[in-house]
C-alpha cells in the first residue's frame, strides 16, 4: 500500500492505493502506479494467464509513468502526452509478443488520471478499468466500459442489471496488446473542493455496487482507509478476481503553504 498527503499550487490533494490477488485467484494479473507527486495515477489490469497478464499490466503501467515522467512538464501538451504514453506501451506489449510467442494473447485494460495546471484534470482509459468520481452524494462513472456488453446497454439491448451476470460481461471491444487499438481520447475535468476520485479494475465492480462504493467514498476516514474497505468489501462479496483501488481525494479545507 502507497499513501501520501501533498501540496501542489495551493491545492492539497490526498491519494492512497491498494492491490490484493482477491480470494480465488493466487496471482495477481492487476498493476497500479501513483506518482509521488500526485500528478498522475494509473490502473491496469492484465489478461493471457498468469504470466501474460500479470507481464502485461507491469510492463504497461511502467512504460507510461516513465513516458510521463520524462515528458512531465515540456512543451508537448498533457493530453498529448497521456495519449502517446499508452501508444508506446501498446507498441511494447506487441513486440513481447512477437519476443515470447507463448504470451502472444496477452493484454491489458487501462485507466489514468491527471492534474494539470491548477485545478485542470485529464483522464482516459482502454478496457473495463474505471474512473468514478464522487462530487457531494453524486457518483458518477467517468469512463465508458469497453466491452460488448457496455455496447448493449447502449443500443437498449440489455438493462445494466442484466449485464451484471451476462456470460460476455467480460468481453472487452479494446484492450493494450493488439494492433487494432483504436485512437485513445483524452478527457477533461475540474478538480473541486470535496470531489473523491477512484480508478479501480473490475474485480472491485464486479463485487461491489455503485450505491456501496458511493457509500464508502462518503464515508472517506482518509484515503488509506477507503482503499482497504473497499479491497475488504470485494473480498467478502466473493474476491473472485484481482481487486486494486486508487482514491484520490480533494479535501475541502486547503492547509495553507509557506511562502
Given at each position: ?203 472491485l465492480t464486479e463485487e461491489v455496487l455503485d450505491w456501496q462504493i458511493a457509500a464508502t467514498l462518503r464515508l472517506m476516514r482518509s484515503p488509506e482507509w477507503t482503499v482497504q474497505t473497499l479491497v475488504d468489501a470485494a473480498c467478502k462479496r466473493g474476491g473472485r478476481d484481482n481487486i486494486t483501488a486508487v482514491v484520490v481525494q480533494v479535501p475541502w479545507e486547503q492547509k495553507p503553504t509557506d511562502t
Amino acid at each position: 500500500m502507497k499513501h501520501a498527503t501533498l501540496d501542489l499550487e495551493r491545492m492539497q490533494l490526498q491519494f492512497s492505493a491498494l492491490s490484493h490477488p482477491g480470494v480465488v485467484r493466487q496471482y495477481n494479473e492487476d498493476a497500479y502506479h501513483v506518482d509521488a507527486q500526485g500528478r498522475f495515477f494509473i490502473v491496469a489490469d492484465g489478461m493471457g494467464g498468469y504470466s501474460g497478464g500479470e507481464r502485461a499490466s507491469q510492463l504497461a503501467v511502467g512504460v507510461m509513468a516513465l513516458y510521463l515522467e520524462t515528458c512531465w512538464g515540456q512543451n508537448q501538451a498533457l493530453t498529448e502526452v497521456m495519449q502517446q504514453a499508452i501508444l508506446r506501451a501498446n507498441e511494447h506489449l506487441l513486440a513481447e509478443q512477437v519476443v515470447n510467442p507463448v504470451i502472444k494473447d496477452m493484454g491489458t485494460t487501462v485507466v489514468m488520471l491527471c492534474r494539470g495546471e491548477g485545478s485542470q484534470g485529464w483522464f482516459c482509459h482502454v478496457g473495463d478499468s474505471r474512473l468514478y468520481r464522487l462530487r457531494g452524494n453524486h457518483l458518477e462513472q467517468l469512463t465508458q466500459d469497453h466491452t460488448w456488453v457496455a455496447q448493449a446497454i447502449e443500443a437498449g439491448g440489455l438493462s445494466p442489471m442484466q449485464a451484471r451476470s451476462h456470460p460476455w460481461r467480460h468481453l472487452l471491444t479494446q484492450c493494450l496488446g493488439r494492433d487494432d487499438l483504436e485512437p485513445v481520447t483524452v478527457h477533461p475535468l475540474t478538480l473541486e473542493p470535496g470531489d473523491c476520485y477512484l480508478l479501480c479494475s473490475d474485480g472491485l465492480t464486479e463485487e461491489v455496487l455503485d450505491w456501496q462504493i458511493a457509500a464508502t467514498l462518503r464515508l472517506m476516514r482518509s484515503p488509506e482507509w477507503t482503499v482497504q474497505t473497499l479491497v475488504d468489501a470485494a473480498c467478502k462479496r466473493g474476491g473472485r478476481d484481482n481487486i486494486t483501488a486508487v482514491v484520490v481525494q480533494v479535501p475541502w479545507e486547503q492547509k495553507p503553504t509557506d511562502t
